[in-house]
């Protein structure tokens, strides 16, 4: 049987070869696949590597990095196996895979879209449904590519009967018609999710939303006794809670509430950011997403957004320096649901943090180990380290030096199957797959 791989590059599919971006046909997925439909994780050994090794901030430099059944078996300077398909990258540069740290992407689609930017991971900001769980199980099982998905599915919002996620479960059709409230209403709502098998819950203090009609960005949402609950329901069932938050009084409600990370805080400040260094609180502050506010076609392209995008983008810029100086987790993250027409990617965040006085180094790590850490899956991914899932990018230059080629991977594998490999010249980046 052809593997995966190898079906990718063959020249009787005209469309693939010219768009590499697009997801394979479902002939060319079904000559891939297995005969229950399961995609292959390639015996790789992919010699002549470059690596970057996010721990400690050096090359490694003309090594060999082995991958079976998704896993990375080895990475050094040892020959590689007789029995290992070997790939000469000769001297290219390979990452671990970058960490989306607010995906809202609800399609199959869309996660094609995350992982040929360079997404591995994705942590769900909430998604239509439980159609991130969906994703989530399809690539666990191997029906699909990747990213892996850590899903939040149903958000936890006054305002869920303004989105169809009152279609996901019948026990949420009550609130087409009215608003969640009350410590019952929310309680409900968390745990309706955790039946479901979220891996995280979002909720909010702060109101506007492109998803919502609800308050203004600096009110708070739901009241300090629902907010408790809300925590309360998810501590329960073991699950940690993503707080959306804009302005600084509910930024600071989110964080002594007990929020594990903070999503946005577009109007933070040096105290909030100092509560956050004391409560050990992640930020994702999805600075990217914020400057595609004065894109037309962009997801956020509303007049409150280009309105307020000056000052926030400015007030970020000095957060995020500042947080970062004070040692507070900055983990990367766009915000979009990876439609045909979004633009901003992980790639984007890396570089503004860097613009924002990270070192390359750093912000790598933001996209990487960092998030790795913070969001628990430090032993499954992460880094280029013998044990870890196959989660690779390759790229042409040293992005330690050269960080705008982040936006341009010419392979990516997520557990070990192949997601892009794109034609450089006459030949494919990985030969013969």
């Given at each position: 049987m052809l593997t995966f791989a190898v079906i990718l590059s063959l020249a009787a599919v005209p469309a693939r070869a010219q768009n590499p971006y697009?997801?394979?046909?479902?002939?060319?997925l079904a000559a891939a696949a297995?005969?229950?439909?399961?995609?292959?994780?390639?015996?790789?050994?992919?010699?002549?590597?470059?690596?970057i090794d996010v721990?400690?901030?050096?090359?490694?430099?003309?090594?060999?990095?082995?991958?079976?059944?998704?896993?990375?078996?080895?990475?050094?300077?040892?020959?590689?196996?007789?029995?290992?398909?070997?790939?000469?990258?000769?001297?290219r540069y390979v990452t671990p895979g970058f960490f989306e740290g607010h995906y809202h992407?609800?399609?199959?689609?869309?996660?094609?879209?995350?992982?040929?930017?360079?997404?591995?991971?994705?942590?769900?900001?909430?998604?239509?449904?439980?159609?991130?769980?969906?994703?989530?199980?399809?690539?666990?099982?191997?029906?699909?590519?990747?990213?892996?998905?850590?899903?939040a599915s149903v958000y936890v919002t006054p305002e869920l009967g303004t989105t169809d996620d009152v279609l996901a479960d019948p026990r949420l059709a009550k609130y087409l018609n009215r608003p969640v409230r009350g410590e019952a209403a929310v309680r409900e709502v968390v745990r309706i999710n955790a039946e479901h098998g979220v891996d995280w819950i979002k909720t909010r203090t702060s109101g506007l939303s492109s998803r919502t009609s609800g308050p203004d960005a600096l009110a708070m949402a739901f009241?300090?006794?629902?907010?408790?609950?809300?925590?309360?329901?998810?501590?329960?069932?073991?699950?940690?809670?993503?707080?959306h938050a804009h302005g600084i009084e509910v930024v600071i409600a989110g964080i002594e509430a007990g929020c594990r990370s903070i999503e946005h805080a577009s109007y933070i400040n040096e105290e909030a950011l100092r509560l956050m260094k004391a409560r050990g609180t992640l930020w994702v502050p999805t600075y990217i997403s914020v400057v595609g506010f004065e894109?037309?076609?962009?997801?956020?392209?509303?007049?409150?957004?280009?309105?307020?995008?000056?000052?926030?983008?400015?007030?970020?810029?000095r957060m995020i320096r500042l947080g970062h100086e004070m040692g507070i987790p900055i983990l990367t993250a766009v915000d979009t649901s990876y439609g045909p027409e979004s633009v901003y990617r992980v790639a984007g965040?890396?570089?503004?943090?860097?613009d924002f006085g990270m070192s390359p180094i750093?912000?790598?790590?933001?996209?990487?180990?960092?998030?790795?850490?913070?969001?628990?899956?430090?032993?499954?991914?992460?880094?280029i380290e013998v044990g870890l899932e196959a989660d690779l990018l390759v790229f042409d230059r040293n992005p330690l030096e050269q960080p705008s080629v982040l936006h341009n991977p010419l392979a990516v594998l997520s557990n070990g199957r192949v997601g892009l490999n794109r034609s450089v010249g006459s030949a494919k980046v990985l030969p013969g797959y």
């Amino acid at each position: 049987m052809l593997t995966f791989a190898v079906i990718l590059s063959l020249a009787a599919v005209p469309a693939r070869a010219q768009n590499p971006y697009a997801r394979p046909s479902l002939e060319v997925l079904a000559a891939a696949a297995g005969a229950d439909g399961i995609l292959p994780q390639p015996f790789i050994a992919l010699t002549g590597a470059n690596v970057i090794d996010v721990r400690s901030g050096s090359v490694l430099g003309d090594v060999s990095i082995v991958l079976r059944e998704g896993r990375i078996v080895s990475v050094g300077p040892e020959a590689p196996p007789a029995a290992a398909d070997v790939i000469d990258l000769r001297g290219r540069y390979v990452t671990p895979g970058f960490f989306e740290g607010h995906y809202h992407g609800s399609s199959v689609g869309s996660a094609h879209r995350a992982l040929v930017s360079g997404v591995t991971t994705a942590r769900s900001a909430s998604a239509d449904g439980f159609s991130d769980i969906a994703q989530r199980d399809l690539v666990t099982a191997g029906y699909l590519a990747g990213p892996d998905i850590l899903a939040a599915s149903v958000y936890v919002t006054p305002e869920l009967g303004t989105t169809d996620d009152v279609l996901a479960d019948p026990r949420l059709a009550k609130y087409l018609n009215r608003p969640v409230r009350g410590e019952a209403a929310v309680r409900e709502v968390v745990r309706i999710n955790a039946e479901h098998g979220v891996d995280w819950i979002k909720t909010r203090t702060s109101g506007l939303s492109s998803r919502t009609s609800g308050p203004d960005a600096l009110a708070m949402a739901f009241t300090v006794e629902e907010l408790a609950a809300i925590m309360d329901e998810a501590e329960r069932h073991g699950i940690p809670v993503a707080c959306h938050a804009h302005g600084i009084e509910v930024v600071i409600a989110g964080i002594e509430a007990g929020c594990r990370s903070i999503e946005h805080a577009s109007y933070i400040n040096e105290e909030a950011l100092r509560l956050m260094k004391a409560r050990g609180t992640l930020w994702v502050p999805t600075y990217i997403s914020v400057v595609g506010f004065e894109l037309p076609h962009d997801d956020y392209a509303t007049t409150i957004a280009r309105q307020r995008a000056p000052h926030i983008l400015e007030n970020l810029q000095r957060m995020i320096r500042l947080g970062h100086e004070m040692g507070i987790p900055i983990l990367t993250a766009v915000d979009t649901s990876y439609g045909p027409e979004s633009v901003y990617r992980v790639a984007g965040e890396i570089n503004a943090f860097i613009d924002f006085g990270m070192s390359p180094i750093d912000a790598l790590r933001a996209a990487t180990i960092r998030s790795a850490e913070a969001y628990g899956l430090a032993d499954r991914t992460g880094a280029i380290e013998v044990g870890l899932e196959a989660d690779l990018l390759v790229f042409d230059r040293n992005p330690l030096e050269q960080p705008s080629v982040l936006h341009n991977p010419l392979a990516v594998l997520s557990n070990g199957r192949v997601g892009l490999n794109r034609s450089v010249g006459s030949a494919k980046v990985l030969p013969g797959y």
